[in-house]
């Protein structure tokens, strides 16, 4: 099931290209990772998606329907130029937004006091906004996008400025609405939170897409098959010269094969050195090593 | 339409509850009070006293009387002193009090037939303002007058006589109910509501403007574009703003009419005392009889037309200009340093007024007529003439035109502030907004 579609989207800021022909697909209950570094035009799909702009063409599906405003209902999401009113309290501030999405006063109510009892937080209903620090405010934040339970969310930065602690939360929170089948697209430049919590990623540069995938199909696509070897004891001399070495220290060796090598074949020869191999890995790509590779190429 | 509600509400509440609000509301008629009374004062002690000398030295005027000001500014001695003697003694710089602030000095060689040549001197220690000098002067001229009638046997009944003055009644043909004064209670309510309109203006529009680039300063825009259209907040904006305002004018109605009695308490001391209360109206150049006048003719201006039109075009004026202080706020930078961004719409705001001040006088002039047909100045220049029993088909058109011109500003406005809302970071240009203006939605 495919919870949104984005199909040839094209978008023009006069001559500057912010969306160049993006096409890919968000499947139901996922937890989507969109990356580009900063100016590759990930708001604006975002804000395409959101319905504060309108794509010059293209089309973006919702749940099999074409993308209209009553959908805007059914998705919240968390900017990450994100504010609040400094001089309005907690409780009406999120009473107000949950109205804006279509919350009936009673609805509203009661949500924003489920919420606000789940983050622990129900001391601050009557505390004005500008008494709260960024992390506090950033927790006001996420329970604003979750409030109307909606199908889809986008989390641009939802981690930035909050302490560990906090971070903590909000991922398990993030955790908890996935398996609940709510699909969450997760804009970040943190690579290794992607790696965490994302399923796959789209990598977008310059308005245009660039790469596309799960993340496990994505760390072997990339793989350029290296291995590390640990072992103690001693290798007799020249053993080592037949290999492409990157990487050499005390008991401990990485290796790079060319394609039509196997793991195992490394393995063999170390077995028949006669040193005791302690482990034997193979070393993927990180998600931040592909991030970089891509973008320096395209 | 429900979603604009729950942002009206929010627009409302949030304003009419702050202590700037209540303050506001409740310390401008306070203020308006104060300033009467200020102004009281100061018309009964600024007006300081001159003691002016007359030394008479050709003996004409011995026999006519020079009056004092009635309003005990002005005194005049006949002395017989020394011109040159009193006037070394005046000179003299050390004296803090002297006798006389002032000599006239006419000389003996003074000649009826000839009066500035020589001339009657002035000579003073303190420098007389504007308004003693001509008084100064005008009670010499009719004293001369006086002596020149005397001189031709025309005696003191016959002078008064001859100076009666006439006062036209001026009263329409086709309209009964403009009596005389008509005119001038026609003038004050007219200014009195363009005035009320080019104040609210400017108010509420700074308003929106304050509101709409607070939200894009906090960020709080990106949050809510998600949720509703950029016409929604904009309109939500604009009629919450307008809300607020309308209950401060109903608030400030109400008190008004309770400082208007404490103040026209006072008011009717000073009226009771020469000094003070009458000074100041003669000097505005409206006699006591005016004002019988004008609050006698007030009842016959057009009422029900004035209630049914002030309001449409005060909604008009709010509307047309609301939406377009509200595109500024949302192309001002986020310090709010482009300030010029204001002066396109703040320029008609004043020409407007401008006009409105030129037509009670000129009501019928070809300025009036189209300063109250043209959308940007009507609501002001309208407001002003109605009074006036402007022609039907003049009105119909003018609301025609304002109802057009609203729809086109809030139009133009939206798609700025839509773009506008958006853009942080960089300094918005004139050039970039007149693009996002034609560009398609």
């Not at chain 1, 999405?101 to 983050?119: D, H, I, P, Q, T």
């Not at chain 2, 039109?309 to 340093?337: I, R, T």
Request: hydrophobic share 45%; glycine share 6%; proline share 4%.
């Amino acid at each position: 099931m495919t919870q949104l579609s984005l199909q040839h989207v094209i978008k023009r800021y006069g001559s500057y290209t912010a969306s160049d022909d993006v096409s890919f697909e968000i499947p139901k209950g996922k937890i989507f990772g969109l990356l580009g570094p900063n100016g590759a035009g990930k708001t604006t799909l975002i804000r395409m998606i959101t319905r504060i702009l309108y794509p010059d063409s293209g089309t973006i599906l919702f749940d099999g329907e074409l993308l209209c405003d009553k959908h805007t209902e059914r998705i919240g999401y968390m900017p990450e130029e994100r504010g609040l009113y400094k001089k309005m309290k907690v409780g009406e501030h999120l009473i107000y937004l949950a109205r804006l999405k279509g919350l009936s006063l009673a609805e509203a109510k009661e949500k924003v006091n489920y919420w606000l009892n789940r983050l622990e937080v129900t001391d601050w209903y009557l505390k004005h906004i500008e008494e709260l620090s960024k992390g506090m405010s950033q927790k006001i934040q996420f329970i604003a996008t979750v409030l109307h339970d909606p199908e889809l969310l986008i989390l641009d930065e939802p981690f930035s400025g909050l302490d560990p602690i906090n971070s903590k939360l909000i991922e398990e929170e993030i955790n908890r609405l996935s398996e609940q089948e709510k699909t969450i697209i997760f804009s970040t430049h943190r690579m290794e939170q992607v790696e965490e919590i994302c399923d796959d990623i789209v990598l977008v540069n310059k308005g245009r897409k660039i790469l596309e995938g799960e993340i496990k199909e994505l760390k072997q696509r990339f793989k350029e098959n290296k291995f590390r070897v640990s072992y103690r004891g001693e290798l007799s001399d020249g053993v080592l010269d037949k290999l492409h070495v990157l990487s050499q220290a005390e008991g401990s060796v990485v290796v790079q094969f060319s394609e039509e090598h196997h793991g195992n074949d490394l393995l063999k020869l170390f077995i028949e050195q006669e040193v005791e191999v302690t482990a034997f890995n193979e070393i993927l790509p990180s998600i931040n090593e592909i991030f970089i590779r891509q973008v320096e190429q395209s | 339409m429900n979603k604009i509600w729950i942002i009206i509400q929010r627009e409302y509440i949030t304003r009419v509850r702050k202590k700037s609000f209540l303050l506001i509301t409740l310390l401008a008629p306070l203020g308006f009070l104060l300033l009467t009374l200020f102004s009281v004062l100061i018309s009964s002690y600024s007006q300081d006293k001159t003691d002016v000398a007359i030394i008479d030295e050709s003996g004409l005027f011995s026999d006519t009387p020079i009056p004092d000001a009635e309003d005990e500014t002005v005194y005049f001695h006949k002395i017989s002193d020394n011109y040159e003697k009193l006037s070394a003694e005046l000179a003299k710089k050390d004296d803090k009090q002297p006798k006389y602030e002032a000599i006239i000095y006419i000389p003996k060689n003074f000649d009826l037939n000839s009066p500035n040549k020589p001339g009657i001197a002035y000579r003073y220690v303190k420098r007389p303002g504007l308004s003693k000098r001509s008084f100064i002067n005008q009670r010499m001229t009719d004293a001369l007058q006086k002596l020149r009638m005397s001189l031709l046997h025309i005696n003191e009944q016959q002078i008064e006589d001859m100076q009666q003055k006439v006062t036209l009644n001026f009263e329409s043909l086709n309209n009964e109910k403009e009596k005389q004064g008509y005119a001038d209670a026609a003038a004050l309510v007219g200014m009195v509501m363009g005035f009320a309109i080019y104040i609210s203006l400017f108010l509420y529009g700074t308003m929106i403007m304050k509101g709409v680039m607070e939200e894009k300063t906090n960020r709080i825009v990106e949050v809510l574009t998600s949720s509703v259209k950029p016409f929604q907040m904009l309109m939500g904006k604009i009629l919450g703003v307008g809300a607020v305002g309308l209950t401060q004018f109903v608030l400030w109605i109400l008190l008004m009419f309770g400082v208007n009695l404490i103040s026209g308490a006072i008011f009717g001391i000073a009226l009771s005392h020469p000094a003070s209360g009458m000074g100041q109206l003669q000097n505005s150049g409206v006699e006591p009889d005016d004002i019988l006048a004008i609050t006698q003719n007030i009842s016959s201006l057009p009422i029900l037309q004035i209630v049914i039109l002030f309001p449409l075009y005060f909604l008009g004026g709010f509307f047309l200009y609301g939406s377009l202080f509200a595109a500024v706020g949302a192309a001002m930078g986020e310090d709010g340093d482009q300030q010029s961004l204001m002066i396109p719409i703040t320029i008609p705001i004043i020409i407007a007024i401008m006009i409105a001040i030129n037509v009670i006088n000129n009501p019928d002039s070809a300025l009036g007529f189209w300063g109250s047909i043209i959308p940007f100045t009507s609501p002001i220049v309208m407001s002003a003439l109605l009074p006036f029993r402007p022609e039907w088909w003049q009105i119909a058109l003018s609301l025609v035109l304002l109802i057009g011109g609203f729809l086109l500003t809030t139009y133009v406005a939206a798609k700025v502030y839509r773009a506008g809302i958006l853009m942080y970071g960089k300094k918005i240009k004139l050039k970039e907004i007149i693009r996002w203006i034609f560009s398609k939605s």
